[in-house]
């Protein structure tokens, strides 16, 4: 039986019953993956014709069901299929590690938000915007989004403190310095995409800051130039962080323009409203863009509906399935 690989054209002769992304790492095709179990959502690709057989789709949530994407990784081929492998030149292969690290520490950000910073004993390579599932012990996992980028022997998170979270709270009440974390990833496929050269918009909710941050300090890491619309969006004023940071990488990319949007209340240089509402007031037609979403679902939902409307082609508008909420 054949596969067809779109968008380069090439016939694959594969046997009944191999794995999707086996048989494309079999043939060097450009396709991003890092767990290769189900979980990280990087080896996503499009069924285009043809019947797969898929397991482990249940521990997906995709942004848009039954849009026939599969998780290479999890696809196994019966049939003659047609694959569309996504920005082929934009593949990244961080192959999965579960490392130690040591919370170095916890600084206080807002009423409810922490800083976690980690040592890793190891290296971790990932992309700008993917994110880790934190072990703090057997019963308290979670995922969060790294702030910064790859390559040094820190990691930064932003935790959101939840009334009754389970992991929240036992961050909040008992991680102290010194603590040992398991780390394990990357994960993720909402990352910065480095083709591009047109304009970005970057989209964050709360904590849905921190991969936004990574987003941004990747543009400028590797001396992009792309215009960059940064919209904010918190609950009320007590609820801002990181301005100085943002501030700072304005000096850095004066092309970046950031917008802090506060839902209720008001703050000097601050707007009102909601992200959709400022996005909608800002523009008519969003052509071009590539926009990175990160934050509660309820938001990445509509901000991805509007910008789809405005004329984001749906390739091209990057959410996790795990939207870095903090929560
Ligand atoms: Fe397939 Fe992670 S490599 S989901």
């Known amino acids: 039986m054949e596969i067809f690989v779109r968008p380069m054209q090439r016939t ?11 048989a494309l790492r079999a043939h060097q095709l450009p396709v991003s993956y890092s767990c290769m179990a189900g979980r990280c959502g990087t080896c996503r690709c499009k069924l285009v014709n043809g019947h797969v057989l898929e397991s ?3 521990l997906q949530r995709p942004l848009a069901p039954d849009d026939g994407y599969v998780l290479a990784c999890q696809t196994f081929l019966t049939e003659s299929c047609t694959i569309e492998l996504p920005e082929p030149d934009e593949a990244v292969v961080h192959a ?6 040591t919370v170095i520490a916890v ?14 004993a190891k290296p971790l390579d ?4 993917q994110y880790a599932q934190l072990q703090f012990t057997p019963d308290h996992i979670r995922p969060y989004s790294m702030a910064g980028l790859a390559g040094g022997d820190e990691l930064e998170f932003h935790v959101r403190l939840v009334p009754d979270g389970r992991v929240t709270g036992y961050i909040a009440e008992r991680l102290q310095v010194g603590d040992a974390v398991r780390v394990s990833g990357p994960l993720g496929s909402a990352y910065l995409r480095r083709r591009h050269t047109g304009p970005m918009l970057c989209v964050a909710g709360g904590t849905g800051l921190a ?3 990574s987003i941004v300090r990747g543009v400028v890491a590797a001396g992009m130039d792309n215009p960059i619309h940064l919209y904010f969006g918190v609950r009320s004023e007590r609820d801002v962080y990181g301005r100085a940071w943002l501030a700072d990488l304005q000096r850095q990319h004066p092309q970046l323009q950031v917008h802090v949007v506060l839902a209720s209340g008001t703050l000097p240089g601050c707007r009102s409203g909601l992200v959709t509402q400022a996005i909608a007031q800002d523009w008519r037609d969003l052509d071009g863009f590539r926009a990175y979403l990160c934050g509660a679902p309820p938001m990445v939902e509509a901000t991805a509906h509007l910008v789809r409307q405005m004329g984001v082609e749906a390739d091209h508008i990057y959410a996790d399935a795990f939207y870095a909420s903090g929560t």
């Open 126 to 129: 990932y992309s700008p915007g």
């Open 56 to 58: 482990g789709r249940d």
């Open 96 to 101: 999965a590690k579960i490392l130690k690290a």
């Open 107 to 120: 600084e206080e950000q807002t009423h409810d938000i922490k800083r976690l910073r980690l040592k890793i």
């Open 211 to 213: 991969p936004i941050l």
């Open 12 to 22: 694959l002769q594969v046997a009944a019953g191999v794995n999707l992304l086996e």
